[in-house]
């Protein structure tokens, strides 16, 4: 089927030719699962059937206590100032934004009456503006009705650069206005694509204007109500000790029939991984435990206990090797690693494709990460309709050592390959972090038989991650030849993920290593094809450029991706939580409950 | 006697300010900065973090910082916490009880422990008993607190599951409940401190009593016929404890210090587990206000052990 034909068949569905289900079928034929041809319609602007909820209980409240732990606690309940995750969950458990991500990467209205799209003219033909109709009937906590007002004032906060909100970058360059108290359009500035990212999920989270009206700005800091939430959510705000305990009681006036189902939340938080996932797996003291960083022969082990389930959820991130196109031996104009410069030894083709044959991803998967970290050939795993199918990987180093031979890298008497005087020596960084260490010895030993000298670095992840611009060490400056680490991908769309390749974001001393491309790939047609998918309102046609773009760093192996992982929670045996890997744990607390 | 102290105090000025320095710069010195989650997060502008650094002062020099900070601290002002974005002192207040509650039970229990085995010991010296509580007490100082922690929750929670290994500050139970669930969460983490301090003051308890019991004035006692239970608690004990409560008001600074590794293991919403969660996410008004805290803790112990010990004992005197 090619592109012309689902072209047509969407405008089909557009005119009630066909029905979805049937459409949804057709794709199915030519090879698609149902999300991502369910996307095709959203993005084409069709509404899509809400998923049907598995909610069961028939009455709000009546459900006990639920405990959930997070073993890095929340440390404050703004959620236009939660940096981490950690905030965002524990933000949520009060506040709710217009729309979420579901686990296929659909928006599912929250306090939006519905998704805007082309056919109920909430999405503007030229992708210009989109248009919000908001529930009626919601109200805040403290029993003020939750209007457009609402909406509006929260985009103006987290616009203003005097509140440095962490979710400016959402709001800064779109223009929001209320249409009447219960619909607001927003206009961007070009057409857009992927409107869906102010007021969606966790950077979407409205705020009450009545509450924070006055600590807008420079004041914002001083706001009672950072610690203190009224927000729409299941769950209204009892007491909060910043990095220890979260108490939330039910909210009577929840906007939707029989939700939520437990009469208290309490998140608890500190500790650490393991013990965490004991207390839900093995001795149930707690319902569900987030974000367990524990090797996966431990989770099967403690699964054992029969207490509780681990859930493992695929998103976007991914575990992957960047390989230096800069020299970061040699400083020119002062700088290591600048963007004029061309790196010795990784510029030549051979050497990376050798690099890349070293590398036993099954290996890894299969004695590190296990469930929690899937071998792949791709930079861009997920959503399914992203995902190209033009990328292979293979392990094998005499293959390596055959290509290095053909490249005219002879080795030497030590055993390590050398060309014109050069040897072939690599220093390969990376965080200090076990399964990563057993990475870098695995992929040590096999690029010494192919003759490439691999010299491993390991750096204290506080270090590694930070933004000191005084520190040669950091992961943006990349002064070494290659490194690995994890990148993610926060929203189903590839938009701003997939920025990280553009000749516009090398990390530069100009830019305090800011800038997102540390790999300082550089490839004209990667730039053109990125600009054309930024304003390219055909969802297949832009899929498309983006699966181009994955295609492009890969195939030159400026990357080399190893393992995509998946996110990893626990929760005991009876708790129905639905989770999502493009949002928050707690996106859809009001759905969850216990079977009894 | 007044003289004494006022003086103790003047010198003690001049300590913390110099802790204060050295403090200050080795965090300044440390690499990462609280702001670094923002910029490996594509979806947050650079500007944002540039503004939030220059807003939090991170940008000025560091004699600029530390002339703030002390100039703030002298006022009462403990700073603001970069993280949560509330005041210091909040934060720390918040803290302080459970952690005051918990290594206070332990130190309970550890002189519960130490004083009668130590005492016993000493009056039967290489006796069976006292080899094997020396034996105990070896062992007891000898395991670091996160693996006997650790080995308790996997026996008591994991294998028996009698109790339960996350501690809440706050039980919403209340009567006697109240009280009896919060026994329970307190048993192992109190137990854990509690073992590891006793293993210390048992050895010095029994070194303590036998340096009195050889003493002449004890064996006259015993001579005008005083029963052997008299003879150790009025004469012999309380001569053998003026070195020992020293010893624990020295102590109780190393107790805080332990108490920090122990929290994290029991999720114990201490000041402990306040200055590691706080160092991890490089808050460092909250890390320096808490470190600054333990060291005028330090000083203060000093100082009121050396008042302690010539109250209790006349013979030092203060001149």
């Not at chain 1, 991130?317 to 690693?337: K, V, Y």
């Not at chain 1, 199918?389 to 490249?407: I, M, S």
């Not at chain 1, 260490?437 to 040590?444: A, D, G, H, L, V």
Request: positive net charge; charged residues 20%; contains cysteine.
């Amino acid at each position: 089927m090619n592109e012309s034909e689902i072209r047509r068949l969407i405008d089909q569905v557009r005119d009630n030719g066909i029905s979805r289900k049937q459409f949804i079928r057709h794709m199915i034929g030519a090879g698609l699962t149902v999300p991502m041809a369910a996307q095709m319609l959203l993005t084409s602007g069709l509404a899509q059937a809400q998923t049907a909820s598995n909610y069961k209980p028939t009455k709000r409240g009546g459900g006990g206590a639920l405990k959930v732990l997070w073993w890095q606690g929340a440390t404050l309940l703004q959620p236009h100032f939660a940096s981490g995750t950690k905030d965002q969950e524990g933000s949520r458990i009060f506040y709710e934004p217009l729309g979420a991500w579901d686990a296929d990467g659909n928006l599912i209205p929250i306090l939006a009456a519905e998704v805007p799209s082309l056919a109920n003219g909430g999405v503007s033909r030229d992708g210009k503006s989109i248009t919000w109709k908001l529930k009626k009937n919601v109200q805040w906590h403290d029993g003020k009705p939750f209007t457009a007002d609402d909406v509006v004032f929260t985009a103006a906060y987290a616009a203003d650069p005097a509140t440095s909100a962490y979710t400016s970058g959402s709001y800064k360059d779109v223009k929001v206005t209320k249409v009447d108290s219960h619909t607001l359009k927003v206009e961007y500035q070009k057409p857009s694509p992927f409107w869906a990212d102010p007021f969606v999920s966790a950077a979407g989270m409205i705020i009450p204007k009545h509450i924070f009206e006055s600590f807008k700005g420079a004041t914002s800091r001083d706001a009672p109500a950072n610690l203190k939430p009224v927000g729409t959510g299941p769950y209204k705000f009892v007491d909060f000790k910043p990095g220890d305990m979260l108490r939330g009681a039910i909210n009577t006036n929840y906007h939707e029939a029989n939700r939520p189902y437990f009469d208290t939340i309490e998140m608890k938080g500190g500790g650490d991984a393991v013990s965490a996932a004991r207390a839900v797996l093995q001795t149930g003291e707690y319902d569900y435990a987030w974000n367990l960083q524990v090797e996966d022969e431990l989770l099967v082990r403690l699964e054992q206990g029969g207490k509780g389930k681990t859930s493992i959820i695929p998103g976007g991130n991914i575990e992957f090797i960047q390989l230096n196109m800069t020299d970061p031996w040699t400083e020119t104009d002062g700088e290591r690693s600048h963007p004029k410069s061309k790196h010795p030894i990784l510029t030549e083709f051979a050497v990376r494709q050798a690099i890349s044959l070293c590398i036993d991803r099954d290996g890894v998967q299969k004695f590190i990460y296990g469930r929690t970290g899937i071998a792949t050939a791709n930079f861009l795993n997920n959503p399914q309709r992203f995902v190209s199918k033009n990328t292979k990987y293979e392990f094998n180093p005499d293959k390596a050592a055959q290509v290095l031979e053909t490249a005219g890298w002879k080795k030497g008497a030590d055993g390590i390959r050398e060309k014109g005087g050069k040897k072939l020596k690599l220093v390969f960084q990376t965080s200090i972090n076990s399964p990563r260490q057993k990475t870098q010895q695995i992929i040590k030993q096999a690029a010494q038989k192919a003759g490439i000298d691999i010299e491993i670095k390991a750096i204290p992840a506080s270090v590694y991650f930070s933004s000191d611009p005084a520190n040669p060490d950091t992961y943006t400056k990349l002064f070494v030849d290659m490194q690995m680490f994890t990148t993610t991908m926060p929203q189903p769309d590839p938009e701003i993920f997939m920025n990280q390749y553009l000749s516009d974001q090398f990390a530069t001393k100009a830019n305090k290593w800011l800038g997102r491309n540390s790999t300082r790939y550089s490839n004209p047609e990667y730039d053109k094809t990125y600009l054309a998918a930024q304003s390219e309102m055909d969802p297949v046609k832009r899929a498309a450029l983006f699966v181009k773009m994955n295609d492009m760093p890969v195939n030159d192996i400026a990357i080399i991706p190893v393992v995509y992982r998946p996110r990893v929670s626990a929760a005991v045996n009876n708790l129905v939580a639905p989770l999502s890997g493009w949002d928050n744990d707690l996106w859809l607390l009001k759905d969850w409950y216990k079977n009894t | 006697m007044f003289r004494y102290i006022l003086r103790r105090l003047l010198i003690a000025v001049p300590s913390l300010l110099g802790i204060s320095l050295v403090l200050f710069s080795v965090l300044a010195l440390a690499p990462g900065d609280p702001f670094s989650d923002l910029v490996s997060n594509p979806n947050i502008p650079a500007e944002v973090a540039l503004a939030l650094r220059q807003k939090f002062g991170l940008d000025d020099p560091l004699m600029v910082r530390y002339w703030n900070w002390l100039t703030a601290m002298v006022q009462g002002d403990w700073g603001y916490s970069f993280i949560s974005r509330i005041n210091v002192e909040t934060l720390i207040m918040q803290r302080i009880p459970v952690t005051l509650l918990v290594i206070g039970s332990s130190q309970v229990l550890a002189l519960c422990i130490a004083i009668p085995v130590g005492v016993y010991a000493a009056t039967r010296p290489y006796s069976l008993f006292d080899q094997i509580a020396s034996t105990l007490a070896f062992i007891g100082f000898s395991l670091p607190t996160f693996f006997t922690g650790i080995l308790l929750i996997l026996f008591f929670s994991i294998h028996l599951d009698w109790l339960p290994f996350v501690y809440r500050a706050d039980i919403p139970e209340t009567g006697w409940r109240f009280f009896w669930e919060h026994f329970k969460q307190m048993i192992m983490p109190v137990t854990v401190l509690g073992l590891f301090q006793a293993g210390a003051l048992t050895r010095y308890v029994r070194s303590a009593v036998l340096d009195i019991i050889r003493l002449d004035y004890v064996t006259t006692a015993r001579s005008k016929g005083l029963s052997e239970k008299v003879v150790i608690t009025k004469h012999v004990l309380r001569n053998a404890l003026i070195p020992v409560v020293t010893l624990v008001a020295l102590q109780m600074p190393a107790i805080f210090g332990g108490a920090i590794v122990t929290e994290q293991i029991f999720r114990v919403p201490g000041i402990g587990s306040l200055i590691i969660s706080s160092m991890l996410a490089n808050d460092t008004p909250v890390v320096m206000a808490v470190t600054f805290v333990f060291s005028t803790l330090v000083i203060a112990c000093n100082l009121f052990a050396d008042i302690l010990y010539g109250w209790l004992d006349p013979r030092i005197s203060y001149n």
